[in-house]
Nanobody, 129 residues
Framework: QVQLVESGGGLVQAGGSLRLSCAAS????????MGWFRQAPGKEREREFV??????????RYADSVKGRFTISRENAKNTVYLQMNTLKPEDTAVYYC????????????????????WGQGTQVTVSS
């Protein structure tokens, strides 16, 4: 089993930056694709894809809404994935979730929730205008 714990959320003004971290424990996620999703207020049934990264870190994928502002990265030696968020907007306000696929993920990086088996509890990001 894999446990994922997100941290780094908080309250920030529009235009500011935050860096989210996702620490994995239980086993290594070095061969898993990792993703970030978010759930905005009033959209409890919908998690929006934000970004994902392949096992080696050489391949990334972003939602159009965050492209050019957010950067996903990983440190396999620390079993940790990051999401650097710059130029934050009020519409980025959401609970951000980290997710991991099963080990040995091959193929294209997925933006679908169903591709990810392990999920963290989420961290709140609030952007004020």
């Amino acid at each position: 089993q894999v446990q994922l714990v997100e941290s780094g959320g908080g309250l920030v003004q529009a235009g500011g930056s935050l860096r989210l971290s996702c620490a994995a424990s239980g086993r290594t996620v070095s061969s898993s694709a990792m993703g970030w999703f978010r759930q905005a207020p009033g959209k409890e049934r919908e998690r929006e894809f934000v970004a994902a990264i392949g096992a080696s870190g050489g391949t990334t994928r972003y939602a159009d809404s965050v492209k050019g502002r957010f950067t996903i990265s990983r440190e396999n030696a620390k079993n940790t994935v990051y999401l650097q968020m710059n130029t934050l907007k009020p519409e980025d306000t959401a609970v951000y979730y980290c997710a991991a696929t099963d080990p040995g993920w091959i193929g294209a990086i997925s933006s679908r929730e169903s591709s990810y088996k392990y999920w963290g509890q989420g961290t709140q990001v609030t952007v004020s205008s």
